[in-house]
């Protein structure tokens, strides 16, 4: 890539998702992956929930991981930045 300008949407395509060629609503599209995502995120994080409060005791209590706190605010920006691009891309099942 030297000597072109980086592209967001080529950095999508390189990654191999697809792009949204239904005519779904996009809440249509993402209810079931959506579900089951945040299902499975709810069971992991109560399954990890004595390990998760003991990485918050640690972010507090060290001057070393105190930047932890500021990760998923920063996820979560990059995201919300991109979401026009993300947008037009579909879940798709690889099976």
């Known amino acids: 890539m030297v000597g072109s300008a980086f592209s967001s949407q080529s ?3 390189a990654v ?3 792009i949204n060629t239904q005519s779904h609503t996009p809440i249509q ?4 992956p959506l579900g089951v995502w945040v299902s499975l ?3 992991l994080v ?3 929930w004595s390990t998760l409060s003991a990485m918050v005791v640690t ?3 060290s001057d070393s991981f105190q930047h932890c706190y500021f990760v998923l605010p920063f996820v979560l920006y990059l995201l919300w930045d991109k979401k026009d691009s993300l947008a037009s891309y579909a879940p798709q099942q690889d099976w």
Do not use: F, M
């Not at 599209?29 to 079931?32: D, E, I, R, V």
């Open 41 to 43: 995120t709810v069971i």
């Open 16 to 18: 191999g998702l697809p």
């Open 29 to 32: 599209q993402w209810s079931l």
């Open 46 to 48: 109560g399954a990890y």
């Open 59 to 61: 972010w507090g209590s």
């Open 11 to 13: 950095a999508l395509d």
